[in-house]
């Protein structure tokens, strides 16, 4: 499979290949909040780790590295409080509840539905269906000989969208030569339908299992 990038008259330049291109991800909240969930995960971890390391070593001295995970005085405090294991139904259920929180919001995407046209306070809004559009270029890149299937989206801001483009080839038609008639024509049509010549596109080509494969 080769991955590309186009993006019409870059201010600044800007490296080039696969480890430049900007994945297709989560939407960016939920990204910001696997990074800061994982992050105190692990230094909760990292700090229980170390304190049971340095405990059992006797860094915290005889008392400590002798001394069980569950001694007399927590059984005692366990037993002499009837709220205890109450409390501890509770904190697990808030505990799956937040799990089960998280878990949905992995399947928030940042894909746009709708890409504003025009703007006019007296005369109204236009909007066009992001699946409109999506649709158009593959149905128009479908028609290309050599694509077996394509298949679009829309991602990122509405006022700033990114068009992510699959291509699934079947060896007939070269990959540069398909790369080149994709760019010039599909992804020239779209960026004239929404009227946004520096739209950018991420194409993926995906080469047939028997194929040469070349990803320079």
Known sequence: MTTTEDRP???SPAPAGPAALLPRTRARGVVRANRVVLALVGLLMTAAGAAALAAAFGLFGSRFSDRPVIDEPVTRFVDASPWFWAAVAVA?????L???WWLLAQGRSDRVAELPL???ARRGHTDLDAAALTGAVEDEVEGYRGVTRARAGLSGASTAPLLSLTVTLDGRVGAGELHTRIVDSALAHARQAV???DLPARIE???PRGGRRDVR
């Open 9 to 11: 008259a870059p201010s």
């Open 92 to 96: 697990g259920g808030l505990l799956a």
């Open 98 to 100: 937040l799990c089960l």
């Open 118 to 120: 025009a703007r006019d």
């Open 195 to 197: 009227g946004r010549p």
């Open 205 to 207: 080509l995906v080469l």
